[in-house]
Every structure is written in structure tokens, then in C-alpha cells.
């Protein structure tokens, strides 16, 4: 049995920028364990407030398509390595952070799908579907951390 | 939250998507819905007025599961899709490849 996912809360800390609330939550590679995180974010990212359900849908997917990417094609579910999530919430955002222990990938393969794919292949949507929902998406230079920003509201 | 499995009077399979139909359990629709067909099942409903969100492994699951159908000579209809879900399925285009009915009563008219 696996450990619980246990999530951790800085109000303003040397981590978090002024006036932000940074939460962090750990997970293994293991794809079972996404339903739990992206309940568990969702739950401290609108905490204390009532999102409406279009906000909280984007975050729930939006989140699910970067624990997938992480866990699938950066660790290759491999149960040695982790998957990190970082929400820095202010009064009107969510920036939200996923990284991974694999080698990221290369910058041009992440470039904006415009258009989906053809509709009868089975895989290939997740990063439209993110920057389609999201606000604005951004990776870091090598390629495992991807930066997605919603409302709070 | 899962996926329970009816049979409709008109028989047709009903397939209730409760929670999500994510990349932590799209394999276990995949097989609940294989295990159906070897029955000889053809007819396939999936009820999704229980289902908070879908992500792209999901969406992925649903196509492949309904090739399989249609190479079998069957259909696999969706219905009950909330706003969001609906917009998702407009977003990805796949509302053109499948019949999505408003509620489960219109989708198992005509099926």
C-alpha cells in the first residue's frame, strides 16, 4: 500500500512570492494517484471560495493532462521517480507548476497545436487541450516543468 | 465513483461514467466494454450525466472504444454531457465523430 499524498501549505514563505500562498504536493509516478492530487489541488485552490464550475473544471483537467504528461512521457512510470505540483495562488490566479525527473523534450516538439488531432487517433490532444483551457502555458528551458495559469474565479 | 454497467430494455448496454474518465482508469472502462462485446454485446451507451470532467487519455479511450464497436458492427452512443463536457468534445472536434444525445431517453430513441 502506498503512502497517502500529503500536501504542503506556505503562506508568503521564501519560496512564495509576496502575497502569494504556495501549495506543494509530491506524488509517484504512478497514474492511479492523479484522481487524488488533482482533487486534493482543486480542493486548496479554491479554498475559501466558491469557483465557479467552468474554473474548476479547467483546473481539474488542465491538471490531469500535466500528471499524465509527467508521469507517462517524463518518468516513463518509472516508481523511482516523482511528479512535483506547485500552485501559487493570489486573490485572482493560479499559477500552477508540474515537473518531472525525465530529461524534458525538445522545445520545438512543444510548439502550439493549433489545430487537434485527426479525430480517430486515440492520443495526442493533452497539450491542445491544456493550452486551449488554461490562460497561458509556458515550459522551462529544458523541458519538464510546464507553467500553466488560470483565474481563481 | 467508477463505472457500473445496466442493461436498457431496448437492449442496449448502458455504461454510467461516475467522477472522472481519466489516464488513472480508462483502462478499466476499456475492459468492462471488451468483456461486453465478447458477450456478444453491440449497442453501447455511455451515461455521463454523473461525470464531473474527462482528460485527453479519456477522450483517447472513448475513440478507441468505439472503433473497436463500429469494426464489430455496433455504436457506442454518449448522453448527459454537462456544459464543460460538451465544450470539450466541441474543442477536440470529436463531437463530430460521435452521437451525443442531450439525455439518455433521446439517446436510446431510434438506437
Not at chain 2, 483502462?27 to 455521463?48: H, N, P, S, T, Y
Amino acid at each position: 500500500m502506498t503512502a497517502p499524498l500529503r500536501l504542503h501549505v506556505r503562506r508568503s514563505g521564501p519560496e512564495a512570492r509576496d502575497g502569494t500562498v504556495a501549495v506543494d504536493l509530491a506524488l509517484p509516478s504512478d497514474v492511479s494517484e492523479v484522481e487524488t492530487a488533482v482533487e486534493l489541488m482543486a480542493r486548496h485552490c479554491f479554498a475559501g471560495l466558491v469557483p465557479c464550475a467552468r474554473t474548476a473544471f479547467r483546473l481539474r483537467v488542465t491538471l490531469a493532462e500535466a500528471l499524465s504528461n509527467a508521469i507517462l512521457r517524463g518518468n516513463h512510470e518509472n516508481p523511482a521517480k516523482q511528479v512535483w505540483i506547485r500552485a501559487e495562488l493570489t486573490a485572482t490566479a493560479i499559477r500552477l507548476s508540474v515537473r518531472d525527473e525525465g530529461d524534458g523534450c525538445d522545445a520545438t516538439r512543444r510548439s502550439d497545436p493549433a489545430l487537434p488531432p485527426d479525430l480517430e487517433d486515440d492520443g495526442g490532444r493533452g497539450l491542445f487541450i491544456i493550452k486551449s483551457l488554461a490562460d497561458q502555458v509556458e515550459f522551462d528551458d529544458r523541458g519538464n516543468t510546464i507553467w500553466m495559469t488560470l483565474p481563481r474565479c | 465513483m467508477g463505472f457500473s454497467k445496466t442493461t436498457s430494455g431496448r437492449g442496449v448496454t448502458v455504461v454510467k461514467v461516475e467522477g472522472q474518465l481519466i489516464v488513472g482508469n480508462r483502462q478499466e472502462l476499456k475492459a468492462l466494454i471488451q468483456e461486453a462485446m465478447e458477450a456478444g454485446d453491440r449497442k453501447f451507451l455511455v451515461d455521463c450525466t454523473q461525470t464531473a470532467y474527462i482528460d485527453s487519455s479519456g477522450l483517447g479511450a472513448l475513440v478507441t472504444i468505439s472503433k473497436k464497436i463500429r469494426e464489430n458492427g455496433g455504436e457506442l452512443r454518449l448522453a448527459g454531457l454537462n456544459e464543460d463536457l460538451r465544450s470539450l468534445f466541441e474543442l477536440t472536434k470529436l463531437d463530430s465523430l460521435f452521437h451525443i444525445a442531450p439525455s439518455l431517453d433521446e439517446a436510446l430513441q431510434g438506437f
